[in-house]
């Protein structure tokens, strides 16, 4: 079946502009998460979703950075006034969150990312 | 704290011969362990996994890993190197008791090189 989609593929924007990148996450998997990969931090968590929630934001990088989800699947995650520092590979992974002893053991699939360029 | 450590920023092998990529961990609790592989430009790919039970995980592509808990280590192995194999390797670990979101803490990499 299809797998995790990420859109743009790529993202080239100028310093101050907000910048939206999407997610489609594999049919059924209720829970997705948004990472950020970039040279200087390596793979770094930034939020995740049980269905439309996010029970956690702490790990948004700054105010700036904001996201949602719809209807359990389709994700978006915003970046305002976007910095230099935010250039990086945007991943996005789902998983069918099966739970045992309160949490998943089940894997994370990947998008391919959006690469995002802030000039 | 939970955290992941890749020793070797990058490993070379010649085809044909066994490679290993190591990785170390640190969790309060139980540990569940994870492999993925990224080629350029891609995203991550799964490999393998170890959740509970028999300590040698099989994986995709001829992938194996050993969990050892008395040294906290689930080092990936292949008994024989492919030129194809060349990629960054992740090693990533998460706690497997109730609070946590799930998310994957990962190691810093490490690239493999495998020459003909």
């Known amino acids: 079946g299809a797998g995790v989609s990420q859109s743009p593929s790529n993202k080239v924007t100028e310093k101050g502009k907000d910048v939206e990148l999407r997610c489609d996450p594999i049919?059924?998997?209720?829970?997705l998460y948004w990472y950020r990969q970039s040279l200087g931090q390596g793979l770094e968590f930034l939020i995740y979703?049980?269905?439309?929630?996010?029970?956690?934001k702490s790990g948004l990088p700054s105010d700036r950075f904001s996201a949602e989800r719809t209807g359990g699947s389709v994700s978006t995650l915003t970046i305002q006034r976007t910095q230099q520092e935010d250039s990086a590979v945007y991943l996005c992974a789902s998983s069918s969150s099966r739970r045992v002893l309160g949490s998943s053991t089940d894997t994370q699939y990947f998008g391919p990312g959006t690469r995002l360029t802030v000039l | 704290a939970q955290s992941v450590a890749q020793p070797e920023d990058q490993v070379n092998v010649a085809e044909g011969n066994p490679l290993t990529v190591k990785c170390t961990y640190s969790v309060s609790g139980n540990p569940y362990l994870f492999w993925y592989v990224q080629y350029p430009n891609r995203g991550l790919q799964f490999l393998l996994k170890?959740?509970?039970?028999?300590?040698l995980v099989k994986g995709s592509y001829g992938f194996e890993a050993e969990f050892n808990k008395s040294q906290t280590s689930f080092h990936l192995k292949k008994p024989s190197a492919l030129v194809s194999d060349s990629a960054l390797y992740f090693c990533?670990?998460?706690?497997?008791?109730?609070?946590?979101?799930?998310?994957?803490?990962f190691g810093k990499g490490t690239k493999l090189s495998v020459k003909p």
């Open positions: 990533a670990v998460r706690e497997s008791y109730g609070g946590s979101q799930g998310n994957l803490i």
């Open positions: 979703f049980q269905g439309n929630s996010a029970p956690d």
């Open positions: 049919s059924g998997h209720t829970a």
């Open positions: 170890y959740i509970t039970g028999d300590n």
